[in-house]
């Protein structure tokens, strides 16, 4: 979109997202008369790439435009779970904020409860929203038992098949889950403990920690809780800020105040 500036040139400032590139990953530079073309350092390259090999969302539909500025903390009923709410909100903006800073120490968060629908995967998800909106890194969503099903889609005679063109394997897929900048591991502890799977999340974890990926992790389990391996949970505990989240369900609040709508109106009120 072209448009007027103050001084009457016109501009297409606002049509991308990076200016440096306009949206297409590589810039030119001129040198010794040559023109050479680089790799834009906004990442959208390397985004592309990821995008195209692992199959886990960006951002599941449920949580699509969610913020850390509309997280509520108003909708949990104690004083308690709302001090709780606030604390890991503030925490979250805050991490936010200083983004560039801590993102070269990895470490990312770790929000846990008790009760499901307490609002932990809503958060970790608008930290991922906002992480790419605000700074342009490239961020992923998968949940523990998507990762497993991924890693064993490549297994066997028919993987080809089954993640349609390249075939996958199962190294090269282990690598990108690493190199994913900033990585959404949703309900970590629900998966049964075998031996297969303390390997593979040992093995992503660990390549996370050495490149200081940022993981942020949702788990209705404490981390020393976990049924994984002690040098799985290590690496946990090294790679995330464990956050407490309020033991009461938004989800069942949601859901009453549907149903007590759907019953208002089915009854005329
Ligand atoms: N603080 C909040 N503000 C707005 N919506 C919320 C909040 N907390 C939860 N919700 C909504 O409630 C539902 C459940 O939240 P969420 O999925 O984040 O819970 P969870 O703690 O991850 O649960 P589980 O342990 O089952 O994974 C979602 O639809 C979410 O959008
Ligand atoms: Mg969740
Ligand atoms: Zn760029």
Not at 35 to 53: H, N, V, W
Not at 56 to 61: E, Q, S
Request: include cysteine.
């Amino acid at each position: 979109m072209k448009r007027l500036n103050g001084s009457g040139e016109t501009t297409e400032k606002t049509a991308y997202k990076c200016q440096k590139c306009r949206d297409s990953g590589y810039y030119e530079i001129e040198k010794d008369g040559y023109t050479y073309s680089r790799e834009c350092e906004c990442g959208k390259i390397q985004r592309d790439r990821l995008a195209g090999r692992l199959r886990f969302a960006t951002i599941p539909k449920e949580f699509e435009g969610q913020t850390v500025d509309n997280f509520q903390t108003d909708c949990y009923s104690t004083s308690q779970s709302r001090e709780l709410a606030k604390l890991a909100k503030h925490l979250a903006k805050q991490y936010i904020e200083q983004f560039q800073e801590i993102k070269e120490t990895g470490k990312g968060f770790y929000f846990h409860s008790g009760v499901k629908g307490s609002g932990k995967t809503r958060l970790a998800v608008s930290i991922a929203n906002d992480i790419i909106t605000r700074y342009m890194v490239g961020a992923k969503f998968a949940t523990t038992i998507q990762i497993l099903d991924q890693i064993k889609s490549t297994w066997g005679e028919n993987s080809r098949e089954r993640n349609a063109g390249e075939p996958v394997n199962e190294h090269r897929l282990i690598d990108d889950i690493i190199s994913v900048p900033v990585l959404v591991i949703d309900d970590i502890g629900v998966e049964k403990p075998k031996d297969w799977i303390n390997e593979r999340f040992y093995n992503i974890l660990n390549g996370r920690m050495i490149e200081k990926r940022i993981t942020i992790f949702t788990s209705n389990y404490r981390i020393g809780e976990l049924q994984l391996d002690d040098r799985i949970v290590n690496r946990i505990e090294k790679m995330a800020l464990p956050i407490e989240f309020p033991a009461e369900s938004i989800r069942s609040a949601i859901a009453r105040k549907e149903n007590s709508d759907l019953l208002d109106r089915l009854l005329g009120k």
